[in-house]
T-cell receptor, first 111, second 112 residues
Framework: RKEVEQDPGPFNVPEGATVAFNCTYSNSASQSFFWYRQDCRKEPKLLMSVYSSGNEDGRFTAQLNRASQYISLLIRDSKLSDSATYLCVVNWSGGFQKLVFGTGTRLLVSP | NAGVTQTPKFRVLKTGQSMTLLCAQD?????MYWYRQDPGMGLRLIHY???????AKGEVPDGYNVSRLKKQNFLLGLESAAPSQTSVYFCASQGFSNQPQHFGDGTRLSIL
């Protein structure tokens, strides 16, 4: 099983739609979770951290399900500017606590 | 705020040439990382450092060397460049291991 798995997509949605991505992780001892956004040929940028209680930032909501070992990202009222690749990131406990990046889910928002 | 700065932004090399990529951060972070990203693929960790004077291998370290002589700088060296090293290289820094990483804007390297 991969350390972090994401559906590569692409998810094609119209403007205004609600879209959700899931990400599964294999290390039950992981403690820190993040969503990053990466635009084509640009660096990954932190979108939001994911907390146990779930958290919301404007149109974006992140949830953590420790029992099933997955995190989710919900985007409401999609904008054209939301088109990007969304990376799920999990810290890997055991020895040095590196961050493990998923390969990303591509989102395309169309007019 | 400069954050993480990578130099150069672009470079074209011939096979067998050497070069050094520089990463500088002004956030007083302990941890620094070098990744490569190939078209349509995810980030792959080359080397990392958990503090000044320390370095460690990531998942794809062959053909690269690194140094962290100063806390704010992390250098990635290619001793004898090969076409397989054509890629986009990202540097990242991190304050503590449970915190997010902050990325530089990348170095696009082509080896002919």
């Amino acid at each position: 099983r991969k350390e972090v798995e994401q559906d590569p997509g692409p998810f094609n949605v119209p403007e205004g739609a609600t879209v959700a991505f899931n990400c599964t992780y294999s290390n039950s001892a992981s403690q820190s979770f993040f969503w990053y956004r990466q635009d084509c040929r640009k660096e990954p940028k932190l979108l939001m951290s994911v907390y146990s209680s779930g958290n919301e930032d404007g149109r974006f909501t992140a949830q953590l399900n420790r029992a099933s070992q997955y995190i989710s990202l919900l985007i409401r009222d999609s904008k054209l500017s939301d088109s990007a690749t969304y990376l799920c990131v999990v810290n890997w406990s055991g020895g040095f606590q590196k961050l493990v990046f998923g390969t990303g889910t591509r989102l395309l928002v169309s007019p | 705020n400069a954050g993480v700065t990578q130099t150069p932004k672009f470079r074209v090399l011939k096979t067998g040439q050497s070069m050094t990529l520089l990463c500088a951060q002004d956030m007083n972070h302990e941890y620094m990382y070098w990744y490569r990203q190939d078209p349509g693929m995810g980030l792959r960790l080359i080397h990392y450092s958990v503090g000044e004077g320390t370095t460690a291998k990531g998942e794809v370290p062959d053909g690269y060397n690194v140094s962290r002589l100063k806390k704010q700088n992390f250098l990635l060296g290619l001793e004898s460049a090969a076409p397989s090293q054509t890629s986009v290289y990202f540097c990242a820094s991190q304050g503590f291991s449970n915190q997010p990483q902050h990325f530089g804007d990348g170095t696009r390297l082509s080896i002919l």
